[in-house]
């Protein structure tokens, strides 16, 4: 399906990429422009909203965690209604609808609905975050093979509900959604064999002005039953595990100096950052 003229009764999957507006695509821009409706979630930028219409209508759908939200089915109804009214519908997420962005679902709602759509692919937030914090996913003498996991499971809870032994052998781990988890994830790499020294960055606001990152190793923060408090980064929070991580130091390009911030466990650690809870 190409082209976005002025055909009616359709939806857009979009992309709207990590946090920097800068970043959204072209071909999104485009289509955001065409929208009658555009229906959004809380890790959109606001600055993206430009390239919407003035008559445009916005619909927030919130996915914030523990915050109440539109539940992914009425989400899906949404949708299809509109797109059944004649209108055209921007289905705005943050990073890339199809990675870990339930967009597969919402194109599985539309086939069986029978509405047009097309998806416009974004920048993932595992990708820039990382790339805004210096580090490299993959690199020649560090890393050949990434794996892309989620630290949350389908019905959002804060059990993993992952086998980590499937990922854990990948050079570079990157783990979407981990903030309330990545202590007991980095107990369970260690568990499973993966050094307890390798380093882990934790990403917090990828790609805005106010991205944080959190450095240190996965025994910095690894949990057990005889832990008196287990680290948790308030969302939205990438982790990014593997010998990748300790470039950042020579390759650091974006951010303030006093937003880096060393992993409670690290030697000489400082008081914990705000966005830090122990």
């Known amino acids: 399906m190409t082209g976005l003229g002025t055909e009616t009764g359709r939806v857009y999957l979009i992309g709207a990429g990590p946090g920097d507006p800068k970043l959204l695509t072209l071909r999104a821009a485009e289509a955001l ?33 523990g915050e109440e939200s539109l539940s992914q089915s009425a989400i899906n109804l949404l949708l299809i209604e509109h797109a059944n009214r004649g209108r055209v519908v921007a289905r705005l997420k943050g990073g890339d609808p199809f990675i870990f962005g339930r967009g597969g679902e919402e194109a ?14 974004g920048i993932s937030s595992g990708v820039a ?11 020649r003498g560090y890393a050949s093979s990434v794996a892309f996991i989620t630290g949350r499971e389908a019905d959002g809870n804060s059990s993993t509900g992952v086998d ?24 369970e790499l260690i568990a499973i064999g993966r050094p307890a020294s390798t380093p882990i960055a934790i990403i917090r606001w990828g790609t805005y002005q106010h991205q944080e990152v959190f450095s240190g190793a996965l025994e910095d923060i690894a949990c ?17 595990v593997g010998d990748v991580v300790s470039l950042q130091e020579k390759l650091r390009w974006f951010g303030e100096e006093s937003l880096r911030h060393s992993l409670p466990g690290s030697a000489g650690v400082s008081p914990a950052p705000h966005g830090v809870l122990v």
């Not at 599985?108 to 692919?121: Q, T």
Request: net charge negative.
């Open 33 to 65: 422009a065409a929208s009658d409706v555009v229906v959004y979630d809380y890790l959109v930028n606001p600055e993206v909203l430009i390239h919407t219409r003035r008559d445009a209508e916005l619909i927030y759908a919130g996915k914030r965690a």
């Open 108 to 121: 599985e709602a539309l086939v069986e609905a029978g509405v047009r759509w097309e998806v416009i692919p």
């Open 224 to 240: 057990d039953a005889d832990s008196p408090v287990e680290l948790k980064i308030k969302p939205p929070a990438i982790a990014i």
């Open 164 to 187: 980590l032994r499937a990922a854990a052998h990948a050079d570079t781990l990157v783990i979407f959604m981990c903030g309330g988890t990545i202590a007991r994830i980095a107990s």
């Open 129 to 139: 975050a990382a790339a805004y914090a210096g580090i490299p996913l993959t690199h």
